[in-house]
């Protein structure tokens, strides 16, 4: 009867083990920033607390409400880190999403300075605006801090404008997923924390280009601009902050699907009320769009494609969401159905392609790779 009990007690230990190490979904939560890296200043705070006041908030409300999340934060205290060790911390854990937070500011001599206002969120890419390039600069230059930055950075300089051609000859394989989930963090910066709307944007910070995951960078408003930062450093303000990143990637995972096994824990165990219409219309589109398979292309070689749209569920053929492209073609990834189009054996031909037939229609298409059905770029 002992050794019996006894049992049970290993047995339910282990299952406990296994429930807290078994995770579906990685989410890294950076906050930028800490220790002698202070930031941007405001009257009476500093950048480097209001990110890591807002980073904890944002991961106990994923803790408490969403099981099958395994939450990373590479820093929970105040403490300084290098770009480097922050991306490396990420790609460790294997990480599905990295969210890296910050507080934005702009030049003491702007006469704007203390009424400019509100959010933005960046994903890595081109420097469409002279304004995208400085807040880049501004985030990429606490590199300086480092002992031979250079070599760690491969002779990247913050400061030149030359270095940043890098991002633009960069491919960002992560790159609509990021968008998708940077569209919603400003959805709910207006609506929960009442921001104003700065956009989706995109630049090229070091620390989203070195992270092998979906990733974006949000700046949650100016504190520079006394009335944003009583905001930012108030319990309420960085509450709302916090709700809004939650409810952004409450909606991500919506998105995803995740195989089911992220799910509300005021819901454990009961499927999602849309599930069934989502594997029927799966199922529907099943036979419509010809998958990627080894027998697309010659054993060995490298096939390059051009990919511009991801969704949760399956599309059929002619979808309206293709926009007129014929012949696409589609592979699963990590529960998502993503969509090609052509097919060239060298990334020269590719990106021919790419800048006349997809990049009109869809402005974040990029170049993938496939060897023998495998995705390899």
């Known amino acids: ?30 906050a930028g920033h800490g220790g002698r890296d202070k930031g941007a200043l405001g009257v009476h705070s500093y950048e480097k607390n209001i990110n890591l006041a807002v980073a904890l908030e944002f991961g106990e409300l994923v803790k408490r ?7 990373v934060f590479t820093r929970d205290k105040d403490v300084y880190l290098t770009l480097q060790e922050r991306c490396d ?5 294997n990480g599905d999403l990295f969210v890296s937070i910050h507080t934005n500011s702009i030049a003491k001599k702007a006469k704007n300075r203390k009424t400019i206002h509100g959010s933005a969120t960046y994903t890595l890419g081109l420097h469409r605006s002279e304004e995208n390039l400085e807040v880049a600069k501004r985030e990429n230059s606490v590199i300086s801090l480092e002992d031979d930055y250079s070599t760690t950075y491969q002779g990247f300089d913050p400061a030149s ?8 000859l960069s491919q960002n394989i992560h790159m609509e997923q990021s968008v998708n989930f940077a569209t919603m963090v400003q959805r709910e910066f207006v609506r929960t924390a009442g921001r104003t709307d700065n956009g989706v944007r995109q630049a090229g910070f070091l620390v989203l280009a070195r992270t092998s995951m979906p990733a974006v960078l949000v700046e949650l408003d100016f504190i520079c601009n006394p009335t944003e930062e009583n905001f930012l450093t108030s319990q309420s303000g960085k509450k709302k902050m916090a709700n809004a990143l ?71 053929d002619g979808s309206a969401e293709f926009k007129g492209l014929k012949g ?35 402005k974040q298409a990029f170049i993938v790779a496939f060897k023998n059905g495998e995705r390899i770029m």
């Open 89 to 93: 911390i990420a790609n460790k854990r």
């Open 1 to 30: 009867m002992i050794r019996h009990h006894v049992l049970h007690i290993v047995s339910a230990l282990a299952a406990m083990l296994m429930a807290q190490t078994c995770w579906a979904f990685t989410l890294v939560i950076d």
């Open 246 to 316: 939650y409810n952004a990637f409450e909606k991500y995972l919506d998105g995803l699907n995740a195989g089911g096994k992220v799910a509300k824990k005021s819901r454990v165990g009961k499927p999602d009320k849309d599930t069934n219409a989502k594997r029927s219309s799966e199922a529907e589109g099943a036979e419509t769009v010809q998958e990627l398979k080894p027998a697309n292309s010659v054993a060995g070689a490298t096939v390059y494609k051009v990919q511009f749209l991801t969704s949760s569920r399956k599309l059929s």
């Open 328 to 362: 696409v073609e589609c592979y699963r990834d990590k529960g998502l159905w993503k969509y090609t189009y052509g097919e060239a054996r060298s990334e020269k031909d590719a990106l021919k392609i790419l800048k006349e037939k997809v990049r009109p229609l869809f």
């Open 161 to 168: 404008t030359e270095s940043y051609i890098m991002f633009e």
């Open 65 to 71: 409400n969403l099981d099958g999340v395994d939450v």
